[in-house]
């Protein structure tokens, strides 16, 4: 099956700053790269996704990018703010859905 | 109104007992899941449901079961509780299965075995 690695487990940084999170994966056949955030005491919530045709793609203040060749690809979060304090977690799809191991991001005040 | 909706939130019960967690949603999507994050934040894949095809994870304990009365709902029945149970149960679903698009997560169960 797919092996999904995510990195760093935990992320601190300074409001403002940027954070990247990476997840490489095995499979090329994966087709479709989601990412998920999850706030305390509620579910993951999808923030954005990319498909494998895409190399990068934009939502205001999030980003992500895709590098099929080397079979990783990173979340971007630029001008972070604390409510971006939350656990993110990249999922890879072919016919089923495999998800990272999730990184704890705290932004500080 | 809430997309896909678990109930309770919270259970509390003694080992050796049984429980169910309900899972609802009104999105109209053709297949749910089950899935169990411990401690560590691990998500791991418990079921999938297209009410034509049950896939089992094969690592859970047939102890836990899902039930399905129709397309919109999905539910978790635990036979014999143990300590290990012990967890956040999410429910999701997703339109045409896996693979295609994301998932919509419930709001998660916590259930403590004590």
């Known amino acids: 099956g797919e092996n999904v690695e995510q990195h760093p487990s935990t992320l601190s940084v300074q409001e403002g700053d940027s954070a990247v999170i990476k997840c490489t994966y095995s499979d090329s056949a994966s087709n479709y790269f989601p990412w998920y955030k999850q706030e305390l005491g509620k579910g993951p919530q999808l923030i954005i996704d990319i498909r494998s045709n895409v190399g990068e793609k934009k939502d205001q203040r999030i980003a992500v990018t895709l590098n099929k060749t080397a079979k990783h690809f990173s979340l971007h979060i630029t001008e972070t703010q604390p409510e971006d304090s939350a656990v993110y977690f990249c999922a890879v799809s072919t016919n089923q859905f495999y998800f990272g191991t999730g990184t704890s991001l705290t932004v500080i005040p | 109104d809430t997309a896909v909706s678990q109930t309770p939130k919270y259970l509390v019960t003694q080992m050796g007992n049984d429980k169910s967690i309900k899972c609802e949603q009104n999105l109209g999507h053709d297949t749910m899941y089950w899935y169990k994050q411990d401690s560590k934040k691990f998500l791991k894949i418990m079921f999938s449901?297209?009410?034509?095809?049950?896939?089992i994870n094969e690592t859970v304990p047939n102890r836990f079961s899902p039930k399905s009365p129709d397309k919109a709902h999905l539910n978790l029945h635990i036979n014999s509780l143990e300590l290990g149970d012990s967890a956040v149960y999410f429910c999701a679903s997703s339109p045409f299965g896996q693979g295609v698009y994301g998932y919509t997560f419930g709001s998660g169960t916590r259930l403590t075995v004590v």
């Open positions: 449901y297209n009410n034509k095809e049950l896939i």
